[in-house]
């Protein structure tokens, strides 16, 4: 199935055959054409019969949205209103990348696909330096100057000369401000759940993601409860931690199984590819770290055409309490500042704005702080959420789509990756209860607090598949243990011990990324490194065998800028 997509809107004059505004096609899912309308989407759409027929009549982006599941992109050519939208689906996962030229916008789901066809060749300092120091830009910057992410959750529709950006989802809207008790909630979000999981569930053998984890389990459990045919699937450098977990836990349940292991041949052989190519995938956002998921559809891709992975499980459910790769520490520091003054002090003093030029930062700063400036946290239409509303609408609109979005953008050339966990109608109720980390407080740091979201997947699993609530997780207790007091007991013992012991063993490099960094470390230094936008001197020093996150992100930034040079 394609789905990169390259497409030329012109602004002066409507094209009725939408097919011909694209230089290149994808593979349509959804083809309806009216007497005065035209609509397209491809990706992965999951809609049903009732979509179809409604559709001519609603008319509308804000019903597609609502209404059509899965990730996507869509085109609905209005011939009444000489109007075309051209948008994604609701978190803007997968994301679309635009620019303005002439009298047309031009439009990809891939910023070099934009830059080689229409000769955009300068980086943009304003990604560089936000995606450096926040992980990724913290709106609609790209990497090409010129070039803009569209905005999160929203449509860009042309027509009579001109064009507007439409926001479809709001997911502040469904932020419950009296949450029903999370108690109380469980049985009916666990119905909810199964009920609004059937639809990602392939008729097909598929392959579903496995690990020590709940989400995982429960999405297994649930393949079980709807009569599904599937194989699990989990990587890993070697059998222990997740790989030797789920290995275990489909043995038992007798589901054939795939061990993707991440050994001396994947580092040897793959591990530099898979990487530049989940960079340039990503449009620039991803990092080379995340090479494993590159090679590991390239072989699951052999077995079956879908992937369920539970993909945004733990974000919706657990409180987020501690920064990584998805959160970085500057950027939960902004949730935390008094105003986008303190932010920018901090980011100036920051060590890692040593490694782009001082001219490049100087010549940013009022950019970067106007995007600091419009965080949710300073943002007056949002000064009515708590921080924590406003640190997870923030994760909804622009870390899903930036983090998992370059996840699965990386593996659709090979397979189509579901993630039920992002279901629309799900999500809404969930968000309603307290069962969802939004409903928590903010930077909530006592498991007790943080482990309600647990009981719903236990919940799930006790409903669909009774024997996986049996066996053990990666956390140190079984699911089951969630549901009784005994077993809330013995958790609380195992939480005790694990701090007395600093935790249960796990691998130390449990995707071969520090051992891809070794083999692969004198290709990455030998990059050019351009003066104009980066440190060269305080590059050179950093050279050297140990591996950080902040290595990866910035030789994966070196790459994509020298990648965009050349093409």
């Known amino acids: 199935m394609k789905i990169n997509f390259l497409a030329e809107i012109p602004l002066n004059r409507q094209e009725k055959e939408s097919r011909k505004l694209f230089a290149d096609t994808p593979d349509f899912s959804i083809h309806l054409r009216g007497d005065d309308y035209e609509f397209m989407a491809w990706g992965d759409p999951i809609f049903d019969d009732r979509f179809l027929h409604s559709l001519p009549l609603k008319r509308n982006i804000w019903f597609i949205a609502e209404n059509l599941a899965g990730h996507y992109f869509f085109i609905f050519n209005d011939f009444k209103k000489n109007e075309i939208a051209f948008g994604t689906s609701p978190f803007s996962v997968p994301s679309v990348y635009y620019c303005v030229k002439g009298n047309s916008i031009i439009l990809s789901d891939n910023v070099y696909t934009i830059a080689r066809h229409h000769g955009f060749k300068s980086v943009s300092a304003r990604f560089l330096i936000e995606t450096l120091l926040f992980n990724y830009p913290l709106f609609n910057s790209s990497l090409v100057e010129g070039i803009f992410l569209l905005d999160s959750c929203s449509a860009l529709v042309a027509g009579h000369s001109s064009y507007r950006i439409v926001r479809h989802t709001a997911p502040e809207e469904w932020f419950a401000n009296d949450p029903v008790s999370w108690r109380k909630s469980i049985p009916v979000m666990t119905d909810i759940f199964l009920s609004a999981i059937e639809k990602y569930l392939p008729k097909e053998h598929y392959l579903t993601a496995l690990t020590g984890g709940f989400d995982s389990r429960t999405l297994a459990a649930a393949g079980l409860f709807h009569g599904r045919t599937f194989s699990g699937y989990c990587f890993g450098s070697a059998m222990e931690g997740d790989l030797c977990i789920a290995a275990e836990i489909s043995s038992k349940a007798e589901i054939p199984f795939t061990a993707v292991l991440l050994d001396g041949d994947y580092v040897r052989h793959d591990s530099l590819e898979a990487g530049k190519e989940f960079i340039v995938s990503s449009s620039g956002t991803g990092t080379f770290s995340r090479a494993h998921y590159i090679h590991a559809a390239s072989l699951l891709g052999r077995e079956a055409r879908y992937l369920i992975t539970g993909n945004f499980g733990s974000e919706v459910l657990r409180a987020v309490h501690s920064p990584g790769v998805m959160i970085s520490p500057l950027l939960y520091q902004a949730f935390q500042a008094r105003g986008p003054e303190q932010v920018m002090a901090s980011l100036k003093r920051n060590p890692l ?137 013995r958790m609380l013992t195992g939480w005790l011990k694990k701090r007395v012991s600093g935790g249960m063993h796990s691998p130390a490099d449990p995707m071969a990324v520090h051992e891809a960094w070794k083999h692969n470390r004198a290709w990455y230094e030998s990059l050019p490194v351009g003066d104009d936008l980066f440190n060269k001197r305080e590059i050179d020093q950093l050279r050297g065998p140990g591996f950080s996150n902040e290595k990866a992100r910035l030789y994966s930034l070196i790459f994509a800028a020298d990648y965009l040079r050349h093409l």
């Open 353 to 489: 704005i040593r490694f782009i030029a001082g001219d490049a930062v100087e010549n940013e700063l009022r950019r970067i702080e106007e995007d600091i400036s419009g965080l949710p946290c300073f943002d007056q239409r949002y000064l009515g959420l708590g921080r924590n509303m406003q640190l997870y609408l923030f994760i909804f609109e622009e870390t899903f789509r930036k983090y998992f979005g370059s996840e699965i953008a990386g593996q659709w050339n090979r397979l189509i990756n579901r993630t039920p966990f992002l279901d629309r109608h799900f999500l809404k109720e969930l968000l309603s209860t307290g069962l969802a980390g939004v409903h928590s407080r903010f930077m909530e740091r006592l498991p007790g607090r943080r482990y309600k979201g647990q009981i719903l997947y236990a919940s799930v699993i006790n409903r669909a598949a009774p024997q996986f609530g049996t066996y053990v997780t990666d956390k140190g207790y079984r699911p089951d243990d969630l549901l009784t007091l005994t077993g809330k007991a």
